[in-house]
């Protein structure tokens, strides 16, 4: 395949109004698939970008805004909302994940902005949806996380429940909502029509607890929560175990993965021991099964016991820390993590994105743009207002 065609959604231009991670990291996707994503800040920049340094931008920043133009609009002026509706009738897509209402308020809500521009893709993300009871609930991530089930099946069933560590929410969120918005421009290009969507981050995640839902099901009461287990407790070996210098992941979900493991292990004879005789079995033993493996695994190096499992199709990986990830050869290899140079912060890695199409690079990564740098140019560029016009609403505080 050629490998000098354009980006998927080159041509595209897109609004991003994103605050914080969910909507951010969706413009992020859009913009690192070929969409001219123009992000729009309130004009002392919006609040992640001086949450870590007052002087600038701390590192999720940079990592979820960066191959963005970005623009200042004040959305409390009248002029910087007459702005935003000359800038609509230009782009394909607005996004936001502002609070229901706060757009509409503010009289840029989606009727209005679709009466401007009938092809327009509004797209909203929020907790918990436009519409139901918890619609107007506020939402962060762990307030999100709590209200899915996901911190109830956290943690271990003798202390209290845990959040999960990574912001899954916020990021699952901003992944539905973009491929939300790459379906309605499929739909526009049949329709001629826009669409306004509507992507909560609680529904978005629900998916997420399959396995607990498959639990609850089985057994009909909320699961318990089980540590580094399988949700129903079905499998076994399924843990973290420890090694002589860190821990490893060991999944069995087949006979033959157990047959194998045995054999990485030398202990083929537990083949002939009773309480380990098939999976249903060794799930009602997983104590012992567990300790099998640990009285193992804690022999070896970390990397042996992978290369070992590696060597005979066993299910594991090692439990890397953050620098470990930072520095993962395949990651930077493949392009998922890239080094940038930050004039604040020193030197970076930043991931790419996750969207790869054959006989096509991704385009490199860049930092972000500084609060407001590319008023001028966009202003001039699809408004046509000049230097002059640009510094007025300067000095009129709508930008």
């Given at each position: 395949m050629p490998t000098n065609q354009q980006q998927p959604l080159a041509g595209f231009t897109v609004l991003d109004m994103g605050q914080i991670y969910n909507g951010p990291y969706c413009g992020y996707l859009l913009a690192m698939a070929g969409a001219r994503v123009i992000k729009i800040e309130s004009p002392i920049g919006e609040t992640l970008r001086g949450a870590e340094r007052a002087s600038g931008e701390?590192?999720?920043?940079?990592?979820?805004?960066g191959n963005k133009e970005t623009i200042t609009l004040n959305l409390k002026s009248n002029r910087g909302q007459e702005l935003l509706k000359n800038l609509v009738a230009h782009a394909d897509v607005l996004l936001e994940n502002y609070a229901p209402g706060t757009m509409a308020k503010y009289g840029v809500g989606s009727d209005d902005l679709t009466a401007v521009n009938p092809r327009l893709i509004y797209a909203a993300a929020t907790g918990f949806g436009q519409q139901g009871p918890h619609s107007d609930y506020r939402a962060m991530d762990v307030t999100v996380q709590a209200m899915s089930g996901v911190v109830a099946i956290t943690g271990y069933e003798d202390e209290p429940p845990l959040k999960s560590g990574p912001a899954l929410c916020d990021i699952l969120g901003g992944v539905h909502l973009y491929s939300a918005i790459v379906t309605a421009l499929l739909q526009r290009a049949t329709t001629g029509e826009g669409a306004v969507l509507d992507v909560s981050m609680q529904d978005s995640v629900i998916p997420t607890l399959c396995s607990a839902l498959g639990a609850y099901y089985r057994f009909g009461d909320d699961p318990p929560r089980v540590g580094n287990h399988h949700q129903a407790k079905a499998l076994a070996p399924y843990n973290i175990y420890a090694t002589r210098d860190g821990h490893v992941a060991i999944i069995c979900i087949r006979e033959g993965h157990w047959r194998k493991l045995m054999k990485a292990m030398n202990r083929e004879d537990l083949a002939e021991d009773e309480r380990f005789a098939n999976m249903a079995i060794r799930a009602k033993n997983m104590e012992l099964v567990d300790e099998a493996v640990e009285s193992w695994s804690r022999t070896l190096k970390t990397q042996e016991v992978f290369e070992t499992c590696q060597s005979n199709q066993v299910i594991c990986a090692p439990v890397q820390s953050i620098s470990d990830v930072l520095s993962d050869s395949h990651l930077i290899a493949r392009g998922a993590l890239q080094k940038l140079e930050h004039p604040e912060l020193g030197s970076l890695m930043i991931p790419s994105t996750p969207l790869r199409f054959q006989g096509l690079q991704p385009p490199?990564?860049?930092?972000?743009?500084?609060?407001?740098?590319?008023?001028?140019?966009?202003?001039?560029?699809?408004?046509?207002?000049?230097?002059?016009?640009?510094?007025?609403?300067?000095?009129?505080s709508a930008i």
């Open positions: 701390g590192y999720p920043f940079c990592m979820l805004n490199a990564v860049a930092l972000p743009h500084a609060v407001g740098e590319d008023n001028d140019a966009v202003y001039g560029e699809l408004l046509g207002l000049s230097a002059d016009e640009v510094e007025a609403l300067r000095e009129a």
